[in-house]
């Protein structure tokens, strides 16, 4: 049986990061770097933040605004995709061996409904943590509030582990 999660760090741009008693050695290196990256790149231009970070779960969403829907409403699905990659890709960072990063290898979304609602998140869990590997299912809801909505996408997608650094990363 897993321990509760424990406080890994105090919540650093809104972001609640915690994992479990024992966390994955040498991961937390990284997390700085993959944070800082999303607050300059396709999260701000999104304007994707993450709501909760364990190594069990994470939530990342979105408040929608006319730039994120098409001319009748629904969301785009690249706003549903990028949602739900950044969940699992750092879900997987937060369960990466010693020394290695991730990097997504394959995603496979299926696009279920339009939704009606004001916020987009997406709940990532993993299906398998392995040395090389790790799978995570991220679901995409629509909403006025988390927890008041139905989801609208589900994604499947592999991150594989590499060396940190110059060749791996």
């Given at each position: 049986?897993?321990?509760?999660p424990?406080?890994?760090?105090?919540?650093?741009?809104?972001?609640?990061?915690?994992?479990?008693?024992?966390?994955?050695?040498?991961?937390?290196?990284?997390?700085?770097?993959?944070?800082?990256?999303?607050?300059?790149?396709?999260?701000?231009?999104?304007?994707?933040?993450?709501?909760?970070?364990?190594?069990?779960?994470?939530v990342?969403?979105?408040?929608?605004?006319?730039?994120?829907?098409?001319?009748?409403?629904?969301?785009?699905?690249?706003?549903?995709?990028?949602?739900?990659?950044?969940?699992?890709?750092?879900?997987?960072?937060?369960?990466?061996?010693?020394?290695?990063?991730?990097?997504?290898?394959?995603?496979?979304?299926?696009?279920?409904?339009?939704?009606?609602?004001?916020l987009?998140?997406?709940?990532?869990?993993?299906i398998?943590?392995?040395?090389?590997?790790?799978?995570?299912?991220?679901?995409?809801?629509?909403?006025?509030?988390?927890?008041?909505?139905?989801?609208?996408?589900?994604?499947?997608?592999?991150?594989?582990?590499?060396?940190?650094?110059?060749e791996?990363?």
């Amino acid at each position: 049986m897993r321990s509760s999660p424990a406080l890994i760090a105090p919540p650093a741009r809104g972001i609640v990061a915690r994992t479990s008693d024992h966390p994955a050695p040498g991961s937390h290196m990284h997390e700085s770097v993959f944070l800082e990256n999303h607050e300059q790149g396709l999260g701000k231009l999104l304007g994707i933040r993450f709501a909760e970070s364990t190594r069990e779960l994470v939530v990342t969403e979105v408040t929608l605004t006319p730039s994120h829907l098409t001319e009748v409403g629904s969301v785009q699905g690249a706003v549903a995709v990028a949602l739900a990659d950044l969940a699992g890709a750092f879900g997987a960072l937060l369960n990466a061996p010693e020394g290695m990063i991730n990097t997504t290898i394959e995603s496979k979304t299926n696009f279920l409904r339009p939704g009606r609602g004001n916020l987009l998140w997406a709940e990532a869990e993993p299906i398998h943590v392995g040395r090389r590997t790790s799978v995570w299912r991220s679901c995409v809801y629509r909403g006025e509030a988390r927890g008041e909505g139905r989801p609208v996408a589900e994604v499947m997608q592999t991150e594989l582990f590499i060396p940190a650094g110059p060749e791996g990363g």
